[in-house]
């Protein structure tokens, strides 16, 4: 069974950055398609950022410029890069591994606040 743990949420000031991580329990980790989700109270969960299996990068409108993904692979690990944040992006993140249509994973979440 694939196991996606998420870490390196919290509290920070509006302008304030983190770094959030997360870590896949499998051998092919460099096939999946990684990506950053947030679901706010009360709303839907948004697609955050996606890094797929080339590398290549896709970021919601409302981070970009802000956020950056990345993975190692030889780690089996995706992280997302958060600056300037604004209290907006206050959420729940959810670290997605996903490989073709019938295999996707997801992790338990990481709170993150941001606070004005």
């Known amino acids: 069974q694939v196991q996606v743990v998420e870490s390196g949420g919290g509290l920070v000031q509006a302008g304030g950055s983190l770094r959030l991580s997360c870590v896949v329990s499998?051998?092919?980790?460099?096939?999946?398609?990684m990506g950053w989700y947030r679901q706010a109270p009360g709303k839907q969960r948004d697609l955050v950022a996606v890094?797929?299996?080339?590398?290549?990068?896709t970021y919601a409108d409302f981070v970009k410029g802000r956020f950056t993904i990345s993975r190692d692979n030889t780690r089996n690990m995706v992280f997302l890069e958060m600056n300037s944040l604004k209290p907006e992006d206050t959420a729940v993140y959810y670290c997605n591994a996903r490989m073709g249509r019938s295999q996707e994973y997801w992790g338990q979440g990481t709170q993150v606040t941001v606070s004005s």
């Open positions: 890094i797929g299996r080339g590398d290549r990068t």
């Open positions: 499998t051998t092919i980790f460099r096939f999946y398609d």
